[in-house]
């Protein structure tokens, strides 16, 4: 599911004063509660604009917050009990069931003890920020409804429209990338946003998200850093860190034979593939290089590593895709044949392995300080997927191929038309990235299927 962004919903509730509410729950006009750790009493005034009814929260005699539509004080309650409940998570979530992870973050250059924490189970995100022991809700997802319940006083998944109306008053309706959604929105006084965001499946409430987007200078999508998340496309890889100081690394998930264990201090590795076991995270297959100089192939859990497929980039993942086939060449059997170039001024050359038996071929720029990059690799089996294809695959799969290489910043070259028996090419979109690099990929189509893959960059 994507999320929508903050500034997308301010835009959107900012189209929205134009419409006159519908009524709403008969709930009081004053309430008393605790809110950013003071206890006051907040009141609902209807007002005219335009001739339409408009809402105020006051506060002390002051307007506080607007309202988007006909909502009601326990909708804008609600803020103030997820902040209780998140803060209350913060202090006793179990490790054995939320999967933590801390960031910091330093947005003016004033404030070096800023920190974004994040709590996730398989089915709930909470986050929120840190300063000075002050404990700042941000944000939370969840399809739980005892952890929503439990957030707010009310269970809202499994409810319908209706009885969403019939507590917090009515409500907006939007659709984002075509998932419609109940909203409740708050403009807070400062220039903030409070949303209720509950995502709407079968005409019930399936999800929940209440968003506090006060702490949006951290720059970076809510709940991104922690959370795991979905599938990793196939052929697309993306790199990862270890959270845990001794991480086992396993030839099969979860009881497979240890081969290497990894830490925090480990550098970066590549997720390759993942696996449902039924846990209440999923494995990961991942690729690294060792302090030794050797590669370790094999699963980790996923509750040990991070940052999640919600930080998944097209882009990056098609460049480490490629790259991908770098680590094969060190790691692959003896390759059938070598050829090396001459090294040129700079003492840079280019070295070439063929595997006639795994259809294979990799040509890798080693440069005068020994680092390794990929030039080019070439698949004519169906041995290696690369961006979520393999020889023999249907022609037709090349048409979502196309929708991700657009993406990743790739376009069809010019005169190149996705047809059987014709070699089609995608190259980098011009100056649209600031990364140097000029990736290509030619695709040669016989019989229908695709009977070769070549990449370079």
């Known amino acids: 599911m994507k999320k929508m962004n903050i500034l997308a919903c301010s835009l959107m509730i900012a189209g929205c004063l134009n419409f006159a509410s519908n009524a709403f729950a008969e709930t009081p006009n004053t309430l008393t509660f605790e809110r950013f750790g003071e206890k006051r009493t907040y009141t609902l005034k209807t007002v005219e604009n335009d001739g339409n009814k408009r809402y105020q929260i006051l506060c002390e005699g002051g307007c506080i917050a607007q309202p988007e539509q006909g909502s009601n004080l326990y909708a804008f309650k609600v803020f103030s009990d997820a902040s209780k409940y998140v803060e209350k998570m913060h202090k006793t979530a179990s490790k054995d069931i939320w999967h933590k992870n801390i960031h910091r973050y330093n947005s003016d250059g004033e404030n070096p003890n800023n920190l974004v924490e994040t709590l996730a189970t398989k089915d709930t995100v909470l986050e929120m920020g840190l300063h000075d022991g002050y404990v700042n809700m941000a944000y939370i997802r969840t399809k739980n409804k005892e952890v929503i319940k439990a957030a707010t006083g009310y269970e809202l998944i499994g409810m319908s429209p209706d009885n969403v109306e019939a507590i917090f008053g009515s409500y907006q309706t939007t659709i984002v990338d075509d998932i419609p959604y109940l909203l409740y929105c708050f403009y807070i006084d400062g220039g903030s946003y409070e949303t209720i965001k509950m995502l709407l499946e079968d005409g019930v409430v399936s999800e929940v998200q209440i968003i506090n987007d006060a702490p949006g200078e951290c720059e970076q999508e809510y709940g991104e850093r922690a959370y795991y998340d979905g599938e990793l496309p196939e052929g697309w890889y993306t790199y990862g860190k270890v959270t845990s100081i001794n991480l086992n690394v396993r030839k099969e998930p979860k009881t497979g034979e240890v081969v290497t264990k990894i830490g925090t201090d480990h550098p970066e590795f590549l997720y390759t593939e993942t696996r449902d076991t039924g846990e209440e995270y999923k494995w990961v297959k991942i690729l690294t290089k060792m302090n030794n100089g050797q590669f370790a192939d094999g699963w980790v859990y996923a509750k040990y590593i991070s940052p999640s497929f919600k930080s998944f980039s097209f882009r990056n993942s098609l460049l480490n895709s490629m790259e991908y086939f770098t680590f094969l060449a060190d790691t692959l059997p003896e390759a059938s044949s070598k050829e090396e170039s001459k090294p040129d001024?700079?003492?840079?050359?280019?070295?070439?392995?063929?595997?006639?038996?795994?259809?294979?071929?990799?040509t890798t720029q080693i440069y005068e300080n020994l680092d390794t990059s990929l030039h080019s690799a070439e698949i004519t089996r169906d041995n290696y997927a690369f961006a979520g294809l393999k020889v023999g695959n249907s022609i037709n799969?090349?048409?979502?191929?196309?929708?991700?290489?657009?993406?990743?910043?790739?376009?069809?070259?010019?005169?190149?038309?996705?047809?059987?028996?014709?070699?089609?090419?995608?190259v980098d979109d011009g100056e649209k990235y600031s990364d140097g690099l000029k990736p290509m990929i030619e695709i040669e189509t016989k019989a229908g299927k695709i009977a070769r893959i070549k990449i370079s960059k």
């Open 345 to 362: 001024e700079n003492l840079n050359y280019t070295k070439t392995q063929k595997w006639n038996d795994l259809g294979l071929s990799i």
């Open 397 to 426: 799969v090349l048409n979502k191929f196309n929708e991700n290489a657009e993406k990743a910043g790739l376009k069809l070259e010019d005169g190149s038309k996705i047809t059987d028996d014709n070699t089609i090419t995608w």
